[in-house]
């Protein structure tokens, strides 16, 4: 398989026979080399509802009737919006036609902003484990550093992880240093930096930090073959 990165957390999985995008904020991603009006999803797997995760999703899932899986409270929400969705729960998971999706925790919020003061609650913002073809694949979503990182890892051998590495927000550099080594993953990258200015990082710091070489940058459009 094929998996790309594509600026902030926004991550592209090509399976043999399917395609999954991971958190597709394009529209109003000054990182992205992607078109949202060019991709054609047929999942579209979404960690949280901040609107840098959701991004295009309602969008993308209506033109290319692409799956769409997320929380129960997020799946819930899209149903409503026309967008065929599959709810979950965090340390559930469920086997896909593509493969198998769990939720894992994350620590950080999920409210989405309206535009008149409101906050949509959205439920437990997660991470994700994606396996198929063999491999496993973690994206943290949001995420500060937690010790059950560890158990995921135990768990779940992982080949590819995708940390944020931001701070403020998530985990910064030296804590998602930390998290590679509880998860064990064998190769990780950095994602959540430099899309905005309180998530400024240097990815370099964060890969020296790390060990085996396990740290991998991928700049937009880059992508590991699996
Ligand atoms: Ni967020
Ligand atoms: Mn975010």
Redesign the pocket.
Same mark, same amino acid.
């Given at each position: 398989m094929k998996v790309s990165y594509h600026g902030h957390?926004v991550v592209k999985i090509e399976l043999k026979d399917k395609v999954i995008l991971i958190d597709p904020f394009i529209s109003g991603n000054p990182l992205t080399d992607l078109d949202a009006l060019e991709e054609k999803p047929d999942v579209i797997i979404v960690t949280h509802g &901040?609107g840098? &995760?959701l991004g295009d999703t309602v969008e993308l899932a209506k033109r290319n009737k692409s799956l769409v899986i997320g929380n129960f409270e997020l799946a819930t929400y899209l149903g409503w919006q026309g967008v065929e969705a599959h709810g979950m729960s965090i340390g559930g998971s469920y086997q896909f036609d593509f493969g198998k999706v769990k939720l894992t925790p994350a620590l950080h919020g999920t409210g989405l902003e309206t535009g008149d003061n409101q906050l949509i609650y959205l439920g437990m913002p997660a991470g994700v484990l994606i396996t198929a073809e063999g491999k496993t694949i973690y994206h943290a979503g949001?995420t500060g550093l937690f010790s059950d990182m560890k158990l995921i890892g135990e768990r779940h051998p992982i080949d590819l992880a995708f940390l944020p590495i931001g701070d403020n927000?998530t985990m910064g550099p030296e804590d998602a240093a930390l998290a590679a080594e509880f998860l064990q993953a064998k190769k990780v990258v950095p994602i &959540?930096f430099n899309t905005f200015p309180p998530i400024v990082q240097d990815p370099q710091d964060f890969v020296n930090l790390l060990k085996n070489n396990q740290g991998i940058i991928l700049q937009p459009g880059e992508s590991i073959e699996l």
């Open positions: 957390s &901040h840098d &995760h949001d927000f &959540h």
